[in-house]
């Protein structure tokens, strides 16, 4: 055989083998797990979500063309694409529980094909030491009485939805790990108890949303990892170390499990950037109930580098350490912030602030933040509302705050200028003489307005190497001192004006009483915050008179204990109107504003006895006499009408009008001319009339004779 035939055989073998290659290559690729295969074309529906509006300006829906192979109870899908961008279409749901995982993902938690794409997965039943990543394919993840025990759903792929499951971890890091944008974590149960690091939630991607979730998380009060950045904290419930993530509605508890080093430290939230690079912006954290408690430093916000833009609004903030309780902390500088509506409670038996920025001068600008209507409580030896450094152009009002310990002051301003301080309710209980509501430390050019600061030390405000700031029309008590004096301006050149005023109150109960009758005209003078105001006095007006005693002299009542009283007041007897207006007009004391206030005395009518005393029998055509006796607690009456009917026709004179008896020293009488009238008994009826007394009507008996 020549050599060029051996070619054209072997060329011959060549090819036959690679036809039966593709033969069966064609067959393994149309194979599938059962017998029985369906071809069903879907219609595309979005993800079911009660926060279906949260992403929809920032995602698009794609639409993706799919077809799905079912086999048996199993759907396999196959796509054009592995995976998209945008926005995930739900088009089919895939059940999984603890037996069929290994179905669907590997030993290490990663998806074995794509059959799970663009799918909704229902975990059922309880799974121990799983991992679920969504990294290859997209998919959302829902529970049916899911229970996870050391889990972790890991997430590398955009516009996931994690719903309805419940974790019990002790072992994992993390429960939900967020590496992509536009998440939905929504009415999750997250449970850690563990002495070993834990981050509960963990974002790193942006536009993520955690809403109406339930985290307890208890871990390690430990050093803070310094040696990586972001800088973390061993024990967090959430961490966000990216931009425009949304923390709404959630029940957030966070304690330390064990003490690992002395003044180890723990936070429910914290917000973060990299010291170098990474920002942790325009993130919201808004309605939330955060419980913080621990041995040693607690935080319940806390924000580190790269953060500027953030809010915090609406929250409820409980935090409670032994060593250190902060609520909300921004550590280094940061611009446009806004805190408002938060209640915040912070308690320790060491240090605790209620609000700390920029506390330790870091470098950085920290300019207009916005700091409106929280209401803070802060306990501790050394405490402050709120401890502020190298904060300008910012906003810090209408904030009531109330602090007690020793060492403590309400607001602090390190290096501040051009804020304002305006309409804050300060209360300060130390125990030290030398704490103040307000310390200002060289600061400049700073506005100080309309706020109301009772302290039980000396001074209400200090300012420490502080010039040209503006202190006006404030409400400023201290133990001893009231208005400008209580403020300590040592060695500063400041404005100080209209310090010296503290608005009172005048309580005033209305009166219902009858005329005649001896009440007590009572007055109660209060202040701002509701204590009796001791000193000055009250006149008393009745319809814009002022009461005087018998010698014309107007009547001054002297308030004593937060009370000035007129008493035994006689009610005028012909007084004839049923209200009358009493207004009480404080005169002011001291650094105590004048004030009036109004209440009404009512008038009741009473009743009155009618007797007739005048004959019983007259003849017809006769000029008669008829006469009733008009009593009151058998007193005569000197007021009202009486008018009188014959058969319940009313009496009238010759020209047709009623005729009218007035009551005089408690007698009516009319003079009547009898028409011809039938030899009977008629009916008498007496009828009284008056505006201060009730109606009151009297049925008699007359005959009539021939």
Not at 176 to 183: A, F, H, P, S
């Amino acid at each position: 055989m020549t050599k060029k035939n051996i070619l054209h055989i072997f060329l011959i073998s060549l090819l036959i083998l690679l036809s039966l290659s593709i033969v069966n290559a064609t067959e393994t690729n149309t194979q599938t797990k059962n017998m029985e295969t369906h071809t069903i074309t879907t219609q595309e529906s979005p993800i079911q979500q009660s926060t279906d509006d949260i992403q929809s300006q920032q995602i698009n829906n794609p639409k993706i063309k799919k077809t799905i192979e079912t086999t048996s109870n199993q759907l396999t899908e196959t796509s054009k694409n592995n995976h998209s961008t945008k926005n995930l279409k739900s088009k089919n749901s895939y059940i999984i529980n603890n037996t069929n995982y290994d179905d669907y993902f590997d030993e290490d938690g990663f998806v074995l094909d794509n059959t799970l794409s663009h799918s909704t997965v229902t975990l059922t039943g309880e799974f121990k030491n799983k991992t679920f990543y969504i990294d290859t394919v997209p998919f959302n993840i829902t529970g049916k009485n899911a229970l996870l025990h050391d889990s972790t759903i890991n997430i590398q792929l955009p516009s996931i939805k994690i719903s309805n499951i419940t974790f019990n971890n002790t072992n994992k890091n993390s429960a939900i790990v967020i590496e992509k944008e536009n998440t939905i974590i929504e009415n999750c149960n997250i449970t850690y108890n563990t002495t070993n690091d834990v981050k509960a939630i963990y974002i790193t991607g942006n536009n993520s949303t955690i809403i109406n979730n339930n985290i307890h998380v208890g871990g390690p009060s430990d050093e803070i990892d310094w040696y990586s950045d972001p800088d973390l904290a061993r024990t967090l419930s959430i961490a966000i170390t990216s931009n425009n993530n949304k923390v709404l509605y959630n029940n957030i508890t966070t304690y330390s499990t064990i003490s690992k080093i002395p003044y180890g430290a723990i936070e429910s939230i914290t917000i973060q950037g990299a010291i170098h690079g990474d920002k942790a912006e325009n993130n919201t954290v808004e309605y939330n109930n955060i419980i913080t408690t621990g041995h040693d430093y607690v935080y319940g916000i806390n924000l580190g580098q790269n953060i500027n833009n953030n809010k915090i609004n609406y929250n409820n903030i409980t935090s409670h350490g032994l060593a250190f309780a902060d609520s909300i902390q921004i550590f280094s500088a940061a611009s446009n912030i806004q805190i408002t509506y938060n209640n915040i409670s912070s308690i320790s038996q060491n240090i605790s602030d209620g609000i700390a920025i920029s506390k330790d001068n870091m470098v950085g600008e920290t300019r207009n933040n916005t700091i409106l209507f929280n209401r803070i409580e802060v306990d501790g030896n050394y405490s402050t509302a709120m401890d502020i450094g190298n904060i300008k152009d910012s906003q810090i009002n209408h904030n009531k705050i109330s602090i007690t310990g020793q060492n403590i002051n309400g607001i602090i301003i390190i290096n501040g200028k051009n804020n304002t301080i305006h309409k804050n309710n300060i209360k300060l209980n130390s125990l030290k003489n030398e704490d103040v509501g307000i310390l200002l430390k060289e600061s400049t050019d700073n506005q100080i307005t309309t706020n109301m600061i009772l302290t039980n030390t000396t001074h209400t405000i200090t300012l420490l190497g502080s010039n040209n700031n503006t202190i006006v029309n404030n409400t400023l008590i201290s133990k001893r001192k009231a208005g400008d004096i209580s403020i300590n301006t040592t060695n500063t050149i400041n404005t100080l004006d209209n310090n010296n005023h503290f608005k009172t109150r005048i309580l005033l109960n209305n009166i219902t009483t009858y005329r005649d009758m001896k009440v007590n005209l009572t007055c109660q003078v209060l202040d701002e915050t509701n204590k009796t105001v001791h000193g000055g006095k009250v006149v008393l007006k009745i319809n814009g008179k002022t009461l005087k005693d018998d010698n014309g002299n107007i009547i001054y009542l002297r308030v004593e204990n937060g009370v000035a009283q007129l008493s035994n007041y006689t009610i005028p007897e012909n007084w004839r109107k049923s209200e009358y207006t009493l207004t009480a007009v404080y005169g002011g004391y001291q650094h105590y504003l004048s004030n009036t206030n109004n209440s009404t005395i009512t008038l009741l009518k009473e009743n009155v006895t009618l007797t007739y005393t005048s004959q019983t029998t007259f003849k017809s055509n006769e000029t008669i006499k008829l006469s009733v006796n008009v009593t009151h607690d058998n007193k005569t009456v000197n007021t009202g009408h009486v008018i009188f009917k014959i058969n319940k026709k009313t009496l009238k004179d010759p020209s047709g009008n009623i005729i009218y008896a007035t009551v005089e020293n408690g007698i009516a009488t009319i003079t009547y001319t009898l028409p011809p009238m039938s030899s009977k008994i008629y009916n008498l009826t007496v009828v009284y009339g008056d505006s201060i007394y009730e109606r009151c009507e009297l049925n008699s008996k007359i005959t009539i004779v021939n």
